[in-house]
């Protein structure tokens, strides 16, 4: 107890979907879904880049590192979610609490900055392409993958630490499915607007540039596009783009709503929407969307499969 006859918070309940109790092994069984697919579909295609020697170029390695960060990040959110599903009242350590909103910054600004550098890469391929092998070294590429990862982690810890250095000493429920910073904030019984004004410049900073990189670049490549004499060519290009630009939008657009928006104009219904399309959605479409429509890709799965039945 405090000299204010206060008890500080040493857990959190998360009340999730308690408003659709009589759908959760509806939602239970989704989740799990989307879950099982996820990470299966990531997996897949980490094996497929890493085991054929083929696919060992810049834009496949970017891929790779952005199915190892969807299994990271979904795994941070999901089966945490499906307990919670289940369980009535679920609770989280203060101390749990704290360290999955640090895992989903710090994967969320790197997804961030992967996307930029992936817009990037395909921007050198097709606009510049005399260039590519001199722009996108190996080396280049992996120095480029550490400081998206490095800056990422980086990026969030600060923002972290004063959050664990708020005081919680009243109410204990979070209204929503995970540890999120703004209903964290929430709870806090000291004016929390030093945090609130570091995390908005932070989102604001980390998702408007690599929001303004992103679309440049495949605005570039669309522009450059439009110039390819082929109408089979230039008709493909724009079917890859336009379903890449999709995820980006989802991703983004949801992204800035949430944490660039004002909060007047959110409810806490259209806040666990937009959380499920950047934390569920797009993870789950990206194997499909990236890698999995590409014609190189299933050439090496379907090798992959053919010697996989040939040994056993």
Partial sequence: M???????????????????????????????????????????IVAIVYGDVHLHTPMYFFLSNLSCLEILYTSNIIPKMLFNIIMENPTVPFTGCIFQLYLFGSLGSTECFLLGVMAY???????????????????KSILMSL???????????????????LDFCGPNKIKHFFCDLQPVLKLSCKNAYTMETVSWILASTILLGSCLLT??????????????????????????????????????????????????VKSEELNKISSLLYTVVTPFMNPFIYTLRNKDVKQALYKAIIGTCKNN
């Fill in 147 to 165: 400081c998206s990862w490095s800056a990422g982690f980086i990026a969030t810890f600060g923002a972290i630490v004063l959050v664990s250095n």
């Fill in 215 to 264: 679309l440049a670049s495949y605005i570039r490549i669309m522009l450059t596009t439009i110039q390819i004499p082929s109408s089979k060519s230039r008709q493909k290009a724009f079917s890859t783009c336009s379903a890449h630009l999709t995820v980006v939008l989802i991703f983004y657009g949801a992204m800035i709503f949430m944490y660039v928006t004002p909060n007047s």
């Fill in 121 to 139: 890469d395909r921007y050198v391929a097709i606009c510049k392409p005399l260039h590519y092998s001199l722009l996108m070294t190996n080396r």
């Fill in 2 to 44: 405090t000299a204010s006859n206060e008890t500080i918070v040493t857990e959190f309940i998360l009340l999730g979907f308690s408003g659709l109790k009589n759908i959760k092994v509806l939602l239970f069984a989704i989740f799990l879904f989307i879950y099982i697919v996820t990470i299966t579909g990531n997996s897949i």
